[in-house]
């Protein structure tokens, strides 16, 4: 990326901002964007999943959604959505292998992206990198632990529960709530059908749409212009099987 170009500033900031790039120098930063480019996926866009052992992007706006797709029957499981300050794809950035999960554009994407060998050379130019890198990979790690225990050991309704929690804002706390009587955006939900819900939990549309409707009637949430909005945070933490504090929220 040239550092002429009108946006330069901006991009510099947006990828200050992103997760593993925080407290980095200017002029390390200014380094690694010359690397970058700039690049857009409209909304629905699918890749193929061998982009990781090519290229590595950071999220300026907007969701990916990164789905595993069984070969034969064709059943679909997301294991992850990445938003604004994330990235793509972590693991073959560390290990060079092919990472089976297909990423796609749950809204227009803004990305900037670099060749992965240049960033994978970055973990030994700059440690100042690697003390976000870590404790990013210590988050999702700890996240697919959560989603793996989630399915071997809870029935549908309390992953549900469990997934509406993960997504709620990280910073919202239960004073927040109670100054806000329309309840809690889940904002990385919106707009998601319950087919691709029944996705996220390993379970079917039909069932989604019964528990949903089991949470509306009993006051924890209700739906707003295609959003889930909590109205009960306190008794969609018992649903979920939280006796004490937050479950770990996504990557956040």
Known sequence: MNNHIPLYHHYRQRLANACLFKNLPTETLDSMLLNFRFETWPKGAQKNSKLSLQRFYVI????????????ETGKCFTTMILKEGDVYD???LLD???HDVIPIA????TLLSAPLETVREWIHQHPEF???LLPYLSRLIRLREEIAADLALRDTSTRLARVILRHIPSNYSDD???ENSRGIKVELLHDLSNEQLAKIIGSVRQVVNHHLTQMKKGGLIHMENNRIIVDDLQQLKL????????LQHHLS
């Open 60 to 71: 300026l706006e907007g969701r990916m959604e990164l789905e595993l797709i069984h070969p």
């Open 90 to 92: 972590v693991l073959s």
């Open 96 to 98: 060079n292998e092919a």
């Open 106 to 109: 749950l809204d227009d994407l």
């Open 130 to 132: 690697n003390q976000s």
């Open 176 to 178: 927040e709530r109670k």
């Open 239 to 246: 649903k979920a099987e939280v006796m004490h504090g937050h």
